[in-house]
T-cell receptor, first 114, second 115 residues
Framework: KNQVEQSPQSLIILEGKNCTLQ??????????LRWYKQDTGRGPVSLTI?????NTKSNGRYTATLDADTKQSSLHITASQLSDSASYIC?????????????FGKGTHLIIQP | DSGVTQTPKHLITATGQRVTLRCSPR?????VYWYQQSLDQGLQFLIQ???????AKGNILERFSAQQFPDLHSELNLSSLELGDSALYFC??????????????FGSGTRLTVV
């Protein structure tokens, strides 16, 4: 069964610090991997998308990396801000699949403390 | 504001009841996707409509149904509600049928509580 496991489940860091969130997946083969940010009470918003041939993708202070050989991805947040407090969701898509071809992780709940 | 409008924002109802959730996609978007997000669970894809036609189906229960109307808004009907149906229900929309590849936009969700 295709799975996406994220760690840690939750994380608390101080404002200004960096952090790294992990995503391990068993989806194989896969087409692309996305990271979403979901603020409390809001819908997810896409941060990055990487195909199987890409190793890294940045979006401002967010940098995602992908190792397709080990089936691992990470999301690195630099110089965290209070507004980074949210859940971060990793999503993997199978090749050729439509909306039913996505597997969502449960997310990492990140809290930034002042 | 993402441009995807979901109503109501909150809904509390009793077991056994039926509710209807509504989604208006962004202007110009023809596809609508419905997702369920239970507490501490990942998003679960329910169903996708494109220009009024069902396009893809996920783990949608038989008690649930959806449709997309000519004006492109969509409704998700949940019947014979159980406590386990309590969740956030999200709608997303995209211009084309392949929103999962090219990008789609989520609404703010409807929080359903079944008591």
């Amino acid at each position: 069964k295709n799975q996406v496991e994220q760690s840690p489940q939750s994380l608390i860091i101080l404002e200004g610090k960096n952090c790294t969130l992990q995503c391990n997946y068993t989806v194989s083969p896969f087409s692309n991997l996305r990271w979403y940010k979901q603020d409390t009470g809001r819908g997810p918003v896409s941060l990055t998308i990487m195909t199987f041939s890409e190793n890294t993708k940045s979006n401002g202070r967010y940098t995602a990396t992908l190792d397709a050989d080990t089936k691992q991805s990470s999301l690195h947040i630099t110089a965290s801000q209070l507004s980074d407090s949210a859940s971060y969701i990793c999503v993997v898509k199978i090749p050729g699949g439509g909306a039913d071809g996505l597997t969502f992780g449960k997310g990492t709940h990140l809290i930034i403390q002042p | 504001d993402s441009g995807v409008t979901q109503t109501p924002k909150h809904l509390i109802t009793a077991t056994g009841q039926r509710v209807t959730l509504r989604c208006s996609p962004r202007s110009g978007d023809l596809s609508v996707y419905w997702y369920q997000q239970s507490l501490d669970q990942g998003l679960q894809f329910l169903i996708q409509y494109y220009n009024g036609e069902e396009r893809a189906k996920g783990n949608i229960l038989e008690r649930f149904s959806a449709q997309q109307f000519p004006d492109l808004h969509s409704e998700l009907n949940l019947s014979s509600l159980e406590l386990g149906d309590s969740a956030l229900y999200f709608c997303a929309s995209s211009e084309g049928v392949r929103g999962v590849d090219y990008g789609y936009t989520f609404g703010s969700g409807t929080r359903l509580t079944v008591v």
